[in-house]
Nanobody, 116 residues
Framework: QVHLVESGGGLVQPGGSLTLSCVAS????????MGWYRQAPGKQRELVAT???????YYTNFAKGRFTISRQNAKNTVYLQMNNLKPEDTAVYYC??????????WGQGTQVTVSS
């Protein structure tokens, strides 16, 4: 069974940066579009960014210009570089396949807290 493990979150001041990592225990996602998602307290999970196997990327408006998604298919890993973080970016961040039909059980996520 494939698992997703997110890491790299933490407490950061506004304007700071973090790089999140997501490792899949198998290679089933190596050819599939992957996404980073986030869920803030009391809100629904939302898409942050998408990356296709060839490297094409798409970003939700709030992530454009600040976040960068990347992947290393050989390592079954997807990254999210986040710069100029804002308090409203505070959430638990998750990764999973972009298409719901390809998604597996959600991992534990990694907590990102932006606060002074």
């Amino acid at each position: 069974q494939v698992h997703l493990v997110e890491s790299g979150g933490g407490l950061v001041q506004p304007g700071g940066s973090l790089t999140l990592s997501c490792v899949a225990s198998g290679s089933i996602f190596s050819t599939k579009p992957m996404g980073w998602y986030r869920q803030a307290p009391g809100k629904q999970r939302e898409l942050v960014a998408t990356i296709f196997s060839g490297g094409t990327t798409y970003y939700t408006n709030f992530a454009k210009g600040r976040f960068t998604i990347s992947r290393q298919n050989a390592k079954n890993t997807v990254y999210l570089q986040m710069n100029n973080l804002k308090p409203e970016d505070t959430a638990v961040y998750y990764c999973n396949a972009r298409n719901p039909i390809d998604q597996i059980s959600w991992g534990q996520g990694t907590q990102v807290t932006v606060s002074s």
